[in-house]
């Protein structure tokens, strides 16, 4: 087998994809210190859109899916395809075909650094799908890639295995070994977040750590108030 591809790599656990598929990308990027989030020229295709998973990474040349179609025949359900398409948007890399095959793979979703075409179908079949836009143009399939290794996608470091959650914000990133440790943070996160939102319509809505903020960073005095 090709040193290009690699096939046996640790996958994040079932059991913690699942705990945290219910928290939004925004919840999971906040208690990872504010990292990890790729840059928003990746969206969603749709806003309803949302996907978390395993990440199977693939670096591409820009406008060819060899490796692409090489991974789709090489991943396992629930698996996320991450794509590094260099952020190229003069060609579509994927179209319906491939993810019609995504989805009876049972592939989780599709995140690419790249263009996608056949929006409107792919819409009707509400497969999860991440680009950085549509483009009419159809790819090359000449070029040699790399499959299970690490990438950098939208801006963020890869590896194959890290946990990959993307919604209508975008995507965020997590290490596999340190995801665990996140969730409980994250659950508080949520809990904190509830309390200020009710707070907020209690009629309490200044935040008790502007002011102090403000004096911190010079543009109050001492003693004075907003």
């Known amino acids: ?14 059991e913690l994809v699942a705990q945290a598929a219910d928290f939004q990308a925004a919840i999971l990027a906040d208690v990872a210190g504010r990292r990890g989030a790729m840059h928003g020229r990746i ?17 591409v040349r820009p406008g060819d899916n060899l490796m692409i179609h090489a991974a789709i025949a090489m991943a396992k359900p629930g698996d996320v395809l991450v794509i590094d398409g ?26 690419v650094d790249g263009a996608v075409r056949d929006s409107l179908e792919i819409d009707e079949m509400d497969f999860p799908v991440f680009s950085v836009g549509t483009n009419p143009n159809g790819p090359t399939k000449n070029i040699g890639g790399r499959i299970g290794h690490p ?45 200020r939102i009710a707070q907020i319509k209690e009629g309490k809505t200044a935040a008790s750590w502007l002011v102090p903020s403000l004096r911190a960073a010079g543009v109050l005095k001492d003693g004075e108030e907003l």
């Open 1 to 14: 087998m090709s040193q290009d591809i690699v096939r046996d790599f640790e996958r994040v656990s079932p």
């Open 86 to 111: 260099k952020g190229d948007q003069t060609s579509a890399l994927m179209g319906t075909i491939m993810m019609t095959a995504c989805r009876q793979l049972g592939i989780a979703g599709v995140i």
């Open 43 to 59: 969206q969603a295709l749709r806003p309803r859109m949302k996907v978390a998973g395993p990440a199977l990474t693939v670096e």
């Open 151 to 195: 990438i950098s996608c939208g801006g963020v470091s890869v590896q194959a295995g890290d946990f990959v959650l993307a919604d209508a914000d975008g995507i965020v990133v997590v290490e596999k070994n340190k995801l665990a440790s996140l969730i409980p943070a994250a659950h508080k996160k949520v809990e904190d977040e509830a309390k």
